[in-house]
């Protein structure tokens, strides 16, 4: 298959998990890395989508406070997590500058841009199920660099 994530065998992963999903090297020699940054089990459970929502615009965001090198962070369809396009980023930076990052969403007090204004779909965020969704993520990060367990 063309799509890297559907070559993944979505039956042995253990979420959560960090892992690397896609590299291309740029015609300037610059090279993008694409994390998957996998909040639930797949097929078993998913995220409900006012957490979705918040957690992108909150990780959107902060992490941009913390790094240039963020392309874009983006929901996946099945709600089971994110993907994190960087320029770059290799593995041992790219999992502390995400722990740093879902810290500062553990400190948020409101979700940016959640209005009519900057937003499709406004009405649609809780800063309160993003922040528990992140804090169960964070809760397990000794398990982040671990796809398929032995």
Same mark, same amino acid.
């Given at each position: 298959?063309?799509?890297?994530?559907?070559?993944?065998?979505?039956?042995?992963?253990?979420?959560?998990?960090?892992?690397?999903?896609?590299?291309?090297?740029?015609?300037?020699?610059?090279?993008?890395?694409?994390?998957?940054?996998?909040?639930?089990?797949?097929?078993?459970?998913?995220?409900?989508?006012?957490?979705?929502?918040?957690?992108?615009? @909150?990780?959107?965001?902060?992490?941009?406070?913390?790094?240039?090198? @963020?392309?874009?962070?983006?929901?996946?369809?099945?709600?089971?997590?994110?993907?994190? @396009?960087? @320029?770059?980023?290799?593995?041992?930076?790219?999992?502390?500058?995400?722990?740093?990052?879902?810290?500062?969403?553990?400190?948020?007090?409101?979700?940016?841009?959640?209005?009519?204004?900057?937003?499709?779909?406004?009405?649609?965020?809780?800063?309160?199920?993003?922040?528990?969704?992140?804090?169960?993520?964070?809760?397990?990060?000794?398990?982040?660099?671990?796809?398929?367990?032995?």
């Amino acid at each position: 298959m063309n799509v890297e994530s559907f070559n993944l065998d979505h039956t042995a992963v253990l979420a959560p998990f960090v892992r690397v999903a896609d590299r291309k090297r740029l015609p300037g020699g610059d090279e993008l890395v694409k994390y998957d940054v996998r909040f639930c089990q797949p097929n078993r459970a998913h995220l409900e989508m006012e957490a979705v929502h918040s957690i992108e615009h @909150l990780t959107a965001e902060l992490m941009r406070n913390h790094t240039d090198r @963020l392309i874009d962070f983006s929901p996946m369809g099945c709600q089971t997590g994110f993907y994190a @396009l960087t @320029l770059g980023l290799e593995p041992a930076e790219f999992l502390p500058l995400l722990e740093t990052t879902f810290r500062d969403v553990l400190e948020a007090t409101e979700v940016p841009a959640a209005n009519e204004v900057q937003c499709g779909w406004g009405a649609n965020h809780s800063l309160v199920a993003a922040q528990a969704a992140v804090r169960a993520f964070l809760a397990d990060r000794d398990q982040w660099e671990t796809v398929v367990p032995d």
